[in-house]
């Protein structure tokens, strides 16, 4: 009964047990926090470069629909970029310091023509089939690296209509 009457002498103190409890409980409480703002950062970060990869082969989607539309592709522009695509700039980091930039490349696939035959007539192209791809980091195995591809039709501009 000693212990208990120890216990009542204590009335309205904190003891080292409640101490211990409360600093544990404030030291979880803000190891939630940062690695719930860690994580929520880098997510960020990642959401950030696949927008701005995506926006870069939009534009190459673009440029190379526009090429069909008007005709201006070269029998060797058909083939594609093949491993040597344009390096961008994905993620510039600090302005002083571009080493530690995030750079990826867009690359585009063969041009592919898709005729129709129509009976009594010579075949024509119908459409073309495009593919654009961006990957990000530039230099990194195939494992680590993001990709972002789009597909699309073009009809070229051959009168036909479309």
Same mark, same amino acid.
């Given at each position: 009964?000693?212990?208990?009457?120890?216990?009542? +002498?204590?009335?309205?103190?904190?003891? @080292?047990? =409640?101490?211990?409890?409360?600093?544990?409980?404030?030291?979880?409480?803000?190891?939630? *926090? *940062?690695?719930? %703002? #860690? $994580?929520?950062?880098?997510?960020?970060?990642? !959401?950030? =470069?696949?927008?701005?990869?995506?926006?870069?082969?939009?534009?190459?989607?673009? #440029? &190379?629909?526009?090429?069909?539309? *008007?005709?201006?592709?070269?029998? @060797?522009?058909?083939?594609?970029?093949?491993? @040597?695509?344009?390096?961008?700039?994905? +993620?510039?980091?600090?302005?002083?310091?571009?080493?530690?930039? %995030?750079?990826?490349?867009? #690359?585009?696939?063969?041009?592919?023509?898709?005729?129709?035959?129509? !009976?009594? !007539? *010579?075949?024509?192209?119908? #459409?073309?089939?495009?593919? $654009?791809?961006?990957? &990000?980091?530039?230099? $990194?195995?195939?494992?680590?690296?993001?990709?972002?591809?789009?597909?699309?039709?073009? @009809?070229?501009?051959?009168? =036909?209509?479309?």
């Amino acid at each position: 009964m000693v212990t208990l009457r120890l216990w009542k +002498d204590e009335n309205g103190s904190l003891d @080292f047990v =409640q101490i211990v409890i409360a600093i544990l409980i404030i030291a979880i409480a803000a190891v939630s *926090t *940062t690695y719930s %703002i #860690y $994580v929520g950062r880098a997510t960020l970060i990642e !959401q950030l =470069q696949e927008k701005q990869a995506l926006r870069y082969a939009r534009e190459e989607m673009e #440029y &190379w629909g526009g090429q069909v539309l *008007t005709g201006g592709v070269s029998s @060797f522009e058909i083939n594609g970029s093949g491993n @040597f695509g344009t390096r961008v700039l994905i +993620d510039p980091r600090d302005p002083a310091d571009n080493s530690d930039n %995030i750079w990826g490349r867009v #690359y585009y696939g063969r041009i592919v023509p898709i005729y129709s035959l129509l !009976q009594g !007539q *010579t075949a024509s192209i119908d #459409y073309c089939q495009i593919h $654009v791809w961006v990957i &990000w980091p530039d230099n $990194v195995p195939v494992g680590e690296s993001h990709r972002v591809d789009i597909y699309t039709s073009m @009809f070229p501009n051959s009168g =036909q209509g479309g």
